[in-house]
Every structure is written in C-alpha cells, then in structure tokens.
C-alpha cells in the first residue's frame, strides 16, 4: 500500500521526496520479483 501511496503523492505534488513535474505515476507490485498486478495514475 505505501507504494500506492507515494504514487498518489508525487501525481498531486504533495510527495515529501517529489519528482519535479510528475503527471504520471507507475505503481508495480507482488510477492516476488516479478511484479503481479501494476497501477497507472495521473495527474487531473
């Protein structure tokens, strides 16, 4: 969840760590090294 998090933040501007001008987010994850399930958010 907390990368779903940071995704969220750095996509509003709000991330403590933010990459300058984010529009788009890539949220990867899952239980090995091959991620299972992805996330794609951007900016409104």
């Known amino acids: 969840m907390t990368h779903i998090v940071e995704g969220v933040e750095q996509v509003r501007g709000s991330a403590i760590n ?3 001008d984010a529009e788009f987010a890539l949220v990867s994850g899952g ?3 091959l991620p299972v399930s992805s996330l794609i958010l951007r900016s409104a």
Do not use: E, R
């Open 31 to 33: 239980p090995a090294s």
């Open 18 to 20: 933010q990459v300058k």
